[in-house]
């Protein structure tokens, strides 16, 4: 296997507790990430899935330091960013890009597509040649030259999580973060969407984290999966292993769960019916 | 074969604009079928659910069709009469449980409100009968689930809340309207199964409104596949997986993720297969527009 670009040792990351903050004072600690230790290889996808609440998109937001870890450590090419202040980051974000669960939420209304994507450029000193720049990125996820005048509403979900993708591959990343990027479009344009990114990886090199909700997706794009279940991995493996012979009750669970579009007549016959509580 | 359940015949809808947003939409549910609606956003299923709740928008308006409950032609009571036999006879899973709830009230008087209120019965036959349904949804403390309020419930609590409502005053007809798409699969699979239960022991038929082909497969025994506004293609749901008739049908299958054949699944829709709705869609406007100017 390729040398880690990422390698995470012990990571806890614990958040403020709104729901037990009392009226006055801070609210307490939680702790949503337990202990957890993999690593991301140079040039390869990994899927994180989990169920709600599993820690997946608090991983996500440490790997690219959107939040300081608690505890651990976490190593790009071999050095530990688990602490960095944000000005020694600064050189590094250029490196750790993200692409957004909800595109419409993470386009500014009212800036060009243009400088949406250009935006990010001229922060990581690369203001030259701003329209050629520009204009790679978009022939890159196959949007027309003519969008880059366009603002958000004037895009439909598919073509706005295009821009999402080329923002954040416009500064040429070592890694990606991808974090529910497809969950809220449409099975036909989700297909679009998955296929570029898998394409994009592959002719790029990138090294993505692709957290999602679908194991059937994962599959198709991710070399290894970890399984996260209430901030602890449950089962990290390559993909093929992890669905041929799934170690842990839970990841078995959670495969037989997927409603595959076929016929099954057994299959919602399969699930102990268990009396749930409150 | 004896009176469908829902019958729609030919129901038009359309914007203040002229534009059709329902275009000649024809589907019945049999009496204690569950019959899915599939189709992508915008499609028009959540529409047709409405319509036949008569909870459309101001702004959409029924142009053409008729919408039968149990034989009983809806266009041709009066409001009030539509209104009460819509409400005697029918019921709806949400989406999304948590805004079907009012966040400042106890479960427990939300779910007997509509029992004692509109069909009047008493308090205690109320009570006694969502306790039976609690008991139905698999809830093991429904005391402290009565008590609670919304918020203190997990999304599959508060759905199974909502099924143990719909079903409590014996509606015909169910109008479920992606009741599953909000929750996780594991938890999912578990409503899935409730709501199957459920349909199966009261005899319910079920207008179950979906955009996932793999809950129409587990769920439904017909199925109606929708674009833009327009069904394109009807069948039994075990005949439409074995041979989907229709490209678009196909390319919803070919589109969507399945674990067990990854490079064979979540292929992009063709622009041939999009070309040929568009036409087929302006085809069947233009033949609308002629009797109807």
Known sequence: MAEPLISVRGLKVALPDMTRKPLIGRAPLAEILKGLDFDLPKGSVTGIVGESGSGKSTLGRALVRLIEPSAGSISFEGRDISHLSEAELRPLRRDLQMIFQDPMSSLNPRRTIFSIIAAPLKQNGLGDNLKTRVAEALQRVGLPQNFAGRYRHQLSGGQRQRVGIARALALSPKFVLADEIVSGLDVSTQAQILTLLEKLAAEMGLTVAFISHDLSVIRRLCQQVIVMREGRIVEASATDALFDSPKDAYTRDLISAIPLPEIDPAWLGTLAMTKASA | MSAACLDIRSLSAVLPNGQRVLRSVSLSVQPGEVRALVGESGAGKTMIGKAVLGVLPPSVRIAEGDMLLEGEDLGQLQPKARRTLIGARTALIPQDPLTALNPSRRIGPQMTDRLVRILGWSDERADNRIRQLLDEVQIRDPERVLKSYPHELSGGMRQRVLIAAAFAAEPRL????????????????????????????????????????????????????????????????????????????????????????????????????????????????????????
């Open chain 2, 174 to 293: 169910i109008v479920a309207d992606e009741p599953t798409t909000a929750l996780d699969v594991t938890v999912q699979k578990q409503i899935l199964r409730l709501i199957a239960q459920l349909q199966r022991d009261h005899g319910t038929a079920i207008l179950f409104v979906t955009h996932d082909l793999g809950v129409v497969a587990k769920i439904s025994q017909r199925v109606s596949v929708l674009y833009a506004g327009k069904v394109v293609e009807e069948a039994e749901t075990a005949a439409l997986f074995a041979a989907p008739q229709h490209p678009y049908t196909r390319a919803l299958m070919a589109a969507t993720p399945r674990y067990t054949d990854p490079l064979a699944s979540l292929r992009p829709v063709d622009d041939a297969v999009l070309a040929g709705l568009a036409a087929e869609i302006a085809a069947a406007d233009q033949a609308w527009r002629r009797p109807h100017g």
